[in-house]
């Protein structure tokens, strides 16, 4: 925040909250979108690949076995950290790089929106400018 910007008290703190976020190493939650607009048979096609291809160490609902939980992952806050994750993968999980920018998409949002979760849409677009 810059001297001599007025904001509003709410707006402060929303931004003071955020900053801590990120000062404690959690990424500060993107808003939610409302349910009806995440698609149905984005879900049931996350869910499947999910199921296929993360599932074996995530666990089927997402409680960790192999790899950690899902569940109340603050990491999946991030958007654009979930599809790469997905796309390069980590010292404790291989990558994905032969999906298709819509079925990582199609993972990220049911993985950001199950077990618990409620972060939101991801796009094929915002996979496409991860790759």
Partial sequence: MRKGILVSGVAVGMILAAGWAVAQGTPA???????????????TTGGSLFRSNCGVC??????????????????????????GQ????????PGFPRLADDQV???????????????GVVTAAEVAAVR
């Fill in 105 to 119: 998409a199609a993972i990220a949002t049911y993985i950001r929106n199950s077990f618990g979760n409620s972060f």
């Fill in 58 to 83: 995530h666990g089927s609902q997402g409680q960790g076995a192999a790899g950690p939980q899902l569940a109340g992952d603050a990491f999946l806050a991030r958007a654009d950290a979930v599809a």
């Fill in 29 to 43: 939650a993107e808003p939610a979108p409302a349910a009806a607009e995440i698609a149905p048979e984005v879900m």
């Fill in 86 to 93: 997905i796309i390069r993968g980590s010292d404790y999980m």
